[in-house]
């Protein structure tokens, strides 16, 4: 019997597996405009009761991978029932791995990275990359923040529009806080 309860317990599924092996391959920039009756079908999400725009996010509790990388949340936002920006929270030791994955498929990206003042006088260069490739922005932060976290947004271009003016505020090597 407790032979027949392990396998059980070994073979069922776990909340992070139970749709998806990875949520790139769910939630990526190529699927930007899948409507969200799809998408639920292929990776679990909790969305707010919104008509007309509804943000939805994986269960903070279980860990999602992401370009084979563990993200510590994904959020996803639909308008109109279709799926236009998506934000992704990693650790920010992952940031490296990221910026090759996104560099290996959308080819270099334009680096707008800044030199990021901390407290004690502290001085360092964030990374932020910024893609665009077809209609979908994308934009990578080194230190989305906070000092332990990387961040990757991206969407429709409207969508995208407030993320890529904030990555591009400031010339490239410019000084401001974390």
């Excluded at 030199?115 to 209609?135: D, N, P, Q, S, T």
Aim: charged letters at 20%; a neutral charge.
């Amino acid at each position: 019997m407790l032979y027949v309860l392990l396998v059980f317990a070994l073979a069922a599924p776990t909340a992070a597996q139970d749709h998806v092996a990875d949520a790139w391959e769910v939630l990526g920039p190529t699927h930007i405009g899948r409507p969200l009756n799809e998408v639920s079908k292929d990776i679990s999400l909790t969305c707010d009761g919104g008509s007309v725009r509804q943000v939805c996010a994986t269960d903070a509790r279980a860990i999602v991978p992401f370009a084979g990388m563990p993200a510590r949340n994904i959020q996803a936002v639909f308008d109109h029932a279709r799926l236009s920006k998506v934000t992704v929270i990693f650790g920010d030791l992952q940031y490296p791995t990221l910026l090759r994955f996104l560099t290996d498929r959308l080819g270099d990206g334009e680096d707008r990275s800044y030199i990021a003042r901390a407290g004690m006088a502290g001085e360092f260069i964030a990374g932020v990359y910024l893609w665009h490739h077809a209609g979908v922005s994308v934009v990578l932060e080194q230190y989305a923040g906070k000092i332990d976290r990387g961040a990757l947004s991206y969407g429709s271009e409207s969508a995208m529009a407030e993320v890529v003016r904030k990555a591009t505020s400031y010339p490239r090597g410019a000084r401001r806080d974390l």
